[in-house]
């Protein structure tokens, strides 16, 4: 039997180019620095100065890759920001999960104040100084903890946990595990935590990947270089320009001032693996996570 | 009339509801006492010590026992002739990039959800969504790179020029985040019914009518609630990028309230000073967000609160 389709208006199937046009145009323009980086970081120290790469490599060459990866600041600022990066989502999550679910619970008396006092620090705050006072009373300043717990928890993060736990837990879970006599805590460990893997996920995502990619509490507290997180040393490298060069003739010197280009090329590109290496498994989870916070619970 | 069947049992009193409360989730309300804590410490302590806007502190003394002067600071903040274009710059960058990081996000949406599921769909949803993984050091390193004289595609100096400031802020910012946005707008867009669509197609509607009369109409209180959002948090503008972008060329444009009261606070160790710029700053957010809520209520019936 012969299909019948019905084709298109001939304005429809005008306009749909057009909307295609312009995704087109908008994919290029995303995609065109992201590639002229990469290339660029896998040319040789030459072409880069010269100008002659677009959004190819020229003159194949690895050596920015080997001087990055040799450098020790670039190595330390890694295993610094792998360490905030995990230590800072497990305590992240850990008390996001703490205060989210008891406010999900119908049963928890106070659970409205408590949600405007939360409200109210994304509303009104008192700002970097008096924040910075606190931190430094604390005795926090030029120590780990300072990248780790006065941002440990985003009231964002809590009202998607907190809808979360009030729309996929049932109540009737609740019940019974309460006639089996199951603590609390109990329930929130063997019950309701095996359910919220997804949820978990996406907390574990969000805080590593704020972990990952700020660097404004560095700025701010830490003032020792052993414990620069990665963007700090970035910024040094790639903004002000300061990386350090051990060169002693001219001619090495020469040779490094070319490289210096590269190795930005090499950094950016080395920097941001790590991220946009597990995106394109967990996109979808983020924006689902996103969701979840967007439905009013 | 009628004594209703079944009607409640009158309200029990709230300190019997609180003790039921406790007795039931004790250990709960003691899981809670550690973020609370946290809360209180980080939060609104911080809070507190905003008085010393009021003061003229001295780390001697510490915020409570430190001098009060009235509004003495507010005074030389308001009287100092940075001020005029420290707020100037920030409500522009700020609004620029309201309007601009607006639209594109809901046109990037709802083209994509003009075509059809495939290959080039996905591509271009994966590409565009991308860059908002990337850190605000590495969007602002490309940008440099992109646009230095020597090796980058133009010739001129935008980075050093401050009338390139704000385009060069806004532009890199709607680069990295508008595929992130459309994925909102999208959600909203598959959540129309259906059926709309179909009886609008059978009235003989358009493309570009069925996107105007049923897609708009139906990602409305989305976009009125991602506008508020974006509104409320205008002042909050990203230190990160600003200070990042920012050098000693430019500075006419991009000093902003937020690098300044960086720079007081830390760099000259002003407290008070940076303190009320902070507090300024806070308020005038605050009232913003109020503001373009009661307008928007006013307008389509959604704010974020109801």
Known sequence: ?297 | MFPQIGARAPRRSRWSQAQRSWRLHWQLYLLVSVPLAYFVVFKYIPMSFSVIAFKDYSPVLGPWGSEWVGLRNFQALFSNPVFGTLLKNTLILAFYLVLASFPIPLLLALALNEIRNGWFKRTVQMVTYAPYFISTVVVVSITILLLSPRIGIVDANVLGDPSYFRHIYVWTDVWQTAGYSAVIYLAALAGIDPTLHESAKIDGASRLQRIRHVDLPGIMPTAVIMLILAAGNMMAIGFEKAYLLQNNLNLAQSEIIPTYVYKTGLINADFSMATAVGLFNSVVNLCLLLVVNFIAKRITGSGLWR
């Not at chain 1, 406010?103 to 509303?123: D, E, Q």
């Not at chain 1, 972990?211 to 003032?223: E, G």
């Not at chain 1, 052993?226 to 903004?239: E, F, G, H, K, S």
């Not at chain 1, 001032?257 to 995106?279: E, G």
Request: no cysteine.
């Open chain 1, 1 to 297: 039997m012969n299909k019948v389709r019905i084709r298109e208006p001939f304005g429809d199937r005008v306009f749909l180019i057009v909307v295609k046009i312009m995704l087109a145009v908008a994919l290029v323009v995303v995609l065109l620095p992201l590639l002229y980086i990469v290339a660029s970081s896998l040319s040789s120290p030459d072409a880069v100065n010269s100008g002659r790469v677009t959004f190819w490599p020229v003159e194949f060459s690895t050596e920015a890759y080997r001087n990055v990866l040799s450098n020790a600041e670039v190595l330390r600022g890694y295993y610094n920001s792998l360490i905030y990066a995990v230590a800072g989502t497990l305590i992240s999550v850990t008390l996001t999960v703490a205060i989210a679910y008891p406010l999900s619970r119908k049963t928890f008396y106070g659970r409205n104040v408590l949600m405007t006092l939360l409200i109210f620090t994304m509303l009104f705050s008192g700002g970097l100084i008096p924040t910075y006072m606190v931190v430094h009373d604390l005795g926090m300043l030029d120590t780990r903890w300072a990248l780790l717990i006065p941002n440990a928890i985003g009231v964002w993060q809590v009202i998607i946990a907190r809808t979360f736990f009030a729309n996929s837990i049932p109540d009737e879970l609740y019940e019974a595990a309460m006639l089996d006599g199951a603590s609390e805590l109990r329930v929130l460990r063997s019950v309701v935590l095996p359910l919220s893997k997804p949820l978990l996920a996406v907390l574990a995502l969000m805080y590593t990947i704020y972990q990952w990619n700020t660097y404004f509490d560095a700025l701010v507290y830490l003032k020792d270089p052993d414990l620069y997180p990665l963007q700090i040393v970035l910024r040094n490298m790639l903004i002000l320009d300061k990386s350090r060069t051990g060169a002693v003739d001219l001619a090495q010197q020469m040779h490094q001032l070319q490289l210096a280009n590269v190795l930005k090329y090499a950094l950016i590109v080395v920097s941001s693996v790590p991220v946009l290496a597990i995106y394109p498994f967990v996109a979808r989870h983020f924006t689902k996570g996103v969701m979840v916070g967007a439905v009013k619970g």
